[in-house]
């Protein structure tokens, strides 16, 4: 895989589900956890800097890229994944997360026991307002459902993470965009979710 000179280590989640993490560089640990939409090669522009300071374990979280996936969906299994990543690496280990994986760890840090510092990138977190309009995961899934998931992945960006039209544009002539339509399954799931430790609020 260009720009991926590393090689797939798998960890196995409290489910038994496979997580698939590409591990390249030489340092000490470092888990990378992507966001929604899509898998380890989301971290390609920053890879060559994190490698040369980090032994780096950029994650495919599950259903996306190598790692497997379970009979059911919760944000409680992506948190125990992420946990057994760290914990399966020796540690200690850093763990940086982004978007929804941001949350992921961030839940994942009230149980992982190898853990030394956390970064979180953009992290979703629920603030009093919806993070979704109305209807949209309804629209998300119907798009999945007719297996429009190039149409899964246009609307999740303008309508959640609310990216410009103009900018939408540049990201699908990227190399990135294949790995976001291929994990465009993930979108009405994850989207559905709520913190663990916001449920209340």
Same mark, same amino acid.
């Not at 496979?18 to 898998?39: E, F, M, Q, R, W």
């Not at 990138?121 to 109305?134: D, H, K, M, N, S």
């Given at each position: 895989?260009?720009?991926?000179?590393?090689?797939?280590?798998?960890?196995?989640?409290? !489910? =038994?589900?496979?997580?698939?993490?590409?591990?390249?560089?030489?340092?000490?640990?470092?888990?990378?956890?992507?966001?929604?939409?899509?898998?380890?090669?989301?971290?390609?522009?920053?890879?060559?800097?994190? +490698?040369? +300071?980090?032994?780096?374990?950029?994650?495919?979280?599950?259903?996306?890229?190598?790692? =497997?996936?379970?009979?059911?969906?919760?944000?409680?299994?992506?948190?125990?994944?992420?946990?057994?990543?760290?914990?399966?690496? =020796?540690?200690?280990? !850093?763990?940086?997360?982004?978007?929804?994986?941001?949350?992921?760890?961030?839940?994942?840090?009230?149980?992982?026991?190898?853990?030394?510092?956390?970064?979180?990138?953009?992290?979703?977190?629920?603030?009093?307002?919806?993070?979704?309009?109305?209807?949209?995961?309804?629209?998300?899934?119907?798009?999945?459902?007719?297996? !429009?998931?190039?149409?899964?992945?246009?609307?999740?960006?303008?309508?959640?993470?609310?990216?410009?039209?103009?900018?939408? !544009? +540049?990201?699908?002539?990227?190399?990135?965009?294949?790995?976001?339509?291929?994990?465009?399954?993930?979108?009405?799931?994850?989207?559905?979710?709520?913190?663990?430790?916001?449920?209340?609020?």
């Amino acid at each position: 895989m260009l720009g991926w000179p590393g090689m797939m280590s798998t960890f196995t989640s409290k !489910d =038994g589900t496979p997580i698939a993490c590409d591990k390249s560089g030489d340092g000490p640990p470092l888990v990378l956890v992507h966001g929604t939409t899509a898998d380890h090669t989301r971290w390609a522009p920053v890879l060559p800097a994190v +490698r040369a +300071r980090f032994t780096v374990y950029a994650c495919d979280r599950r259903s996306s890229g190598a790692s =497997g996936d379970g009979p059911s969906y919760s944000m409680e299994r992506e948190v125990e994944d992420v946990a057994a990543v760290v914990d399966g690496t =020796g540690g200690p280990v !850093d763990l940086l997360g982004h978007s929804y994986g941001a949350i992921c760890s961030l839940e994942a840090a009230t149980r992982a026991k190898n853990l030394r510092r956390l970064v979180l990138y953009e992290p979703p977190i629920p603030a009093g307002t919806p993070l979704t309009p109305p209807g949209v995961m309804d629209r998300l899934q119907a798009l999945l459902d007719a297996g !429009d998931r190039e149409g899964v992945v246009s609307t999740f960006m303008l309508e959640v993470p609310r990216v410009p039209p103009d900018q939408l !544009d +540049r990201m699908r002539s990227l190399p990135a965009w294949q790995a976001r339509v291929a994990a465009a399954g993930t979108s009405p799931r994850a989207s559905r979710q709520r913190p663990i430790h916001f449920r209340g609020g």
